[in-house]
């Protein structure tokens, strides 16, 4: 069975670059989340898709941020304008959305370093 | 929204011991509360949870207990061994939104 896979695993960029992270759920599950972790914190809601429908974003999720999942299947990331802020573990999560299943499984992360 | 507040932030025992981490949160309509272990460089994974219909729920050394009155929930691993270090979160969610929130960890460290 595979898990959830992320791209890159980590990724150092240059402050005002953008960046994009891709992930891939386990097959078959229709719920995909995003989460930021910073260091010594536990990981932070971002967004979450229902199949392509995206239905619940952070505030976190600021005007530099997107979210996408065209088809339903892998999910894109992207940071545009990147800060120093913006630096954390971006975690990837998945659910099959049955009924009386609401563990999510997560990803390894990227990790992004803005310099 | 909902908040959640974890004790301790670190933890040593040794090895054969039992540890206890503990959990409160504000939103009595939270309803689902999961335990993930997380490793360095890896991400969180799921250990334990338990819904807001029960009240105790345990899995060989590990078990995880909920008091919806006093809102919190804590998790219990007995006979810890070297391979339980690492960081543990416990989080609540109301399955309405779908939306996870997380402790701030704790810092598991077991001596052998």
């Known amino acids: 069975d595979t898990g959830v896979s992320q791209d890159p695993r980590h990724k150092i960029t240059k402050r005002g670059q953008n960046v994009t992270f891709r992930c891939d759920p386990i097959?078959?599950?229709?719920?995909l989340y995003w989460y930021r972790q910073t260091l010594g914190q536990g990981p932070e809601f971002l967004t979450y898709f229902q199949n392509e429908a995206q239905l619940e974003k952070s505030r976190l999720l600021s005007d530099r941020f997107s979210a996408e999942r065209p088809k339903g299947s892998f999910s894109t990331l992207e940071i545009q304008r990147t800060e120093q802020g913006d630096s954390a573990m971006y975690l990837c999560a998945s659910n099959p959305w049955r009924e009386g299943s609401d563990t999510q499984y997560f990803g390894p992360g990227t990790r992004l370093t803005v310099l | 929204g909902e908040n959640v507040e974890q004790h301790p932030s670190t933890l040593s025992v040794q090895e054969g011991d039992s540890a206890v981490i503990k959990c409160t949160y504000s939103d009595s309509a939270s309803n689902y509360f999961p335990w993930y272990k997380q490793e360095l460089g890896k991400g969180p994974q799921l250990i334990i949870d338990i819904r807001s219909n029960v009240g105790e729920k345990k899995d060989q050394r590990i078990a995880v207990t909920l008091n919806k009155t006093a809102k919190h929930f804590s998790l219990h691993i007995t006979e810890t061994q070297p391979e339980d270090s690492a960081v543990y979160f416990c989080a609540a969610m109301n399955t309405g939104f779908q939306k996870l929130v997380f402790g701030t960890g704790t810092r598991l460290l077991v001596s052998p």
């Open positions: 097959s078959e599950h229709n719920r």
